[in-house]
């Protein structure tokens, strides 16, 4: 079965969300749906590409990952349709593959599907959902689009060693207000050798060891560890870290190896 995942800043109040899947299943009835999530801030960029980077790997190969982020129409914004590691995504040319993918892709078209007038201001249920029922199908991506060897850059910030310090920033919140770093578990090990640390970070909360699972610590307690994504996350067990410790996205963390 054909599977196309939607990553949109659409949210679940307006008909947008339901135009775009009702416009996928006129194409293709037999598609499977899946929503990654529709709660991305509008036209955040790097908050998009931070879920789907560590969503996308989890589906089936050939899954086609539509991204709705910051796709109004524009004269100079690209449509790209892309294919990496196996995957294939479609979205605008606004930064988003720059910041989800580590080395260059395997193929990159630009979308040349002709716009029905009817969805002039809203390409996602048009140029979008032609793209990724062609793909869903395993049409060839040059069927759909010109090739394109480059794409918009954008930078994720990166942690900074100085000395004994990793200076590091807050890059996401999740649903459980669970605050997510920049600093990856492969750049903590390498700079780490073993030695002991202090977490610092705002209103000078300290933590000084890793935990493995959110209830290693009393309810209520603070702690860090390596979640999910690979990324240090400062949590509190059955608590709301992002608001009792005062931490959000752009804050500072520094961690001080002995």
Not at 116 to 137: R, W
Not at 242 to 253: A, E, F
């Amino acid at each position: 079965m054909p599977i196309i995942t939607l990553t949109t800043d659409l949210g679940d109040k307006d008909i947008y969300q339901a135009a775009l899947k009702g416009s996928i299943l006129s194409l293709l009835p037999t598609v499977s749906i899946i929503d990654i999530t529709h709660s991305v801030a509008a036209f955040n960029v790097q908050q998009a590409a931070f879920i789907l980077k560590n969503a996308y790997h989890y589906f089936p190969q050939n899954t086609v990952h539509l991204i709705g982020i910051d796709t109004v129409y524009n004269v100079h914004t690209r449509y790209l349709a892309v294919k990496y590691r196996g995957h294939y995504f479609v979205g605008a040319d606004n930064g988003i593959f720059s910041l989800m993918f580590d080395q260059q892709p395997d193929e990159m078209v630009e979308i040349n599907i002709m716009q029905d007038l009817k969805f002039l201001h809203f390409p996602l249920a048009d140029i979008f959902v032609k793209a990724a029922c062609h793909l869903a199908q395993e049409k060839p991506l040059e069927e759909i689009g010109l090739p394109v060897t480059s794409i918009e850059k954008k930078m994720n910030l990166q942690p900074v060693v100085e000395r004994n310090l990793i200076k590091g920033m807050v890059i996401y919140v999740d649903s459980f207000q669970n605050v997510i770093t920049n600093i990856t578990k492969d750049f903590f090990n390498k700079v780490q050798h073993g030695r002991r640390f202090t977490l610092y970070f705002k209103r000078n909360e300290t933590i000084n060891q890793l935990s493995w699972h959110y209830n290693e610590v009393p309810e209520g307690e603070k702690l860090c560890l390596f979640g999910i994504s690979d990324h240090l996350e400062i949590a509190i067990n059955k608590g709301n870290a992002s608001g009792l410790l005062g931490l959000n996205v752009g804050d500072s963390v520094i961690i001080d190896f002995e």
